[in-house]
């Protein structure tokens, strides 16, 4: 399609299934992500660099030099995003809560804010936020990581409504289960616990999210898809999920 498709968090899970799913149609891509050095292996292509989110000049560096080697940015999917740890509210220190509200909120705020304008002015454009069925239901000792994709909610709600009449979509996808890197960076390596997460069940890939995402997106101009909550058949809440015995 010739899109411009920015996305962020590209170097794993569902941002680089993203890519994969884009480059496929015959987009431009342009992708960031922290761990940069793992780009070039998502694609061969897309135009690559490094992006952390919390950091204001990392991201306006970032979309201007993605503009600059791509042209106007058409799709914009925020992908970043990480949860740290399971600490119950009553034993939390702060530092994971702070670490996860900059990446998930206001990371997605400051890469959305300036790729906004250009939408506007140009009269098309697409933002896609990967949220979580988190954002929907609650857990313990998921608290402050629920809290920060609930905010992604009323935060697509205000863009939808302070963009209305300039042709702007935005769309929330909001997946359950999904077995990527997510439980590894949440338990900082701990591979075991990590696993621990899927095992007995079927979960999601990344490319299943993937595709509501690409699906969404090729919607015609005058269609915007809201919000996608997608689980696993074996999932029904953030903690009732079946397991084989």
């Known amino acids: 399609m010739n899109r411009h498709v920015v996305i962020t968090g590209a170097s794993s899970g569902i941002g680089a ?5 884009f480059e496929k149609e015959g987009d431009r891509l342009s ?9 070039s292996a998502v694609s061969k292509t897309a135009f690559c660099s490094e992006l952390d989110v919390t950091d204001k000049a990392s991201v306006a560096r970032f979309l201007q ?8 940015i058409d799709l914009l999917i925020n992908s970043a995003g990480l949860a ?28 959305t804010r300036l790729v906004l304008p250009q939408m506007v002015a140009r009269k098309t454009g697409h933002i896609v936020v990967i949220g979580s069925l988190a954002g929907h239901k609650a857990y313990i000792g998921g608290g402050v990581y629920c809290g920060s994709k609930r ?34 960076v949440r338990f900082r390596g701990d591979h075991k616990r990590a696993d621990a997460v899927y095992a ?12 509501c995402v690409l699906w969404a997106a090729n919607r015609p101009a ?24």
């Open 200 to 211: 007995g069940t079927r979960p999601m890939h990344a490319a299943d999210v993937a595709d």
């Open 17 to 21: 299934a993203c890519a994969h799913a």
């Open 31 to 39: 992708l960031g992500a922290r761990r940069h050095e793992r780009l």
């Open 65 to 72: 030099a993605a503009v600059d080697a791509n042209g106007p």
């Open 151 to 184: 905010a992604l909610q009323p935060i697509c709600e205000a863009i939808r409504m302070e963009t209305l009449g300039h042709n702007v979509r935005v769309t929330s996808v909001d997946p359950g289960l999904v077995e990527t890197e997510f439980s590894i």
């Open 84 to 111: 740290r740890g399971v600490e119950k509210i009553a034993e939390g220190t702060g530092e994971a809560w702070r670490e996860m509200i900059e990446t998930n909120v206001l990371g997605l705020l400051e890469v």
């Open 222 to 245: 005058h269609v915007n898809i809201d919000t996608i909550v997608v689980m696993p058949t074996d999932q029904a809440s953030p903690q009732m999920v079946h397991r084989a015995t």
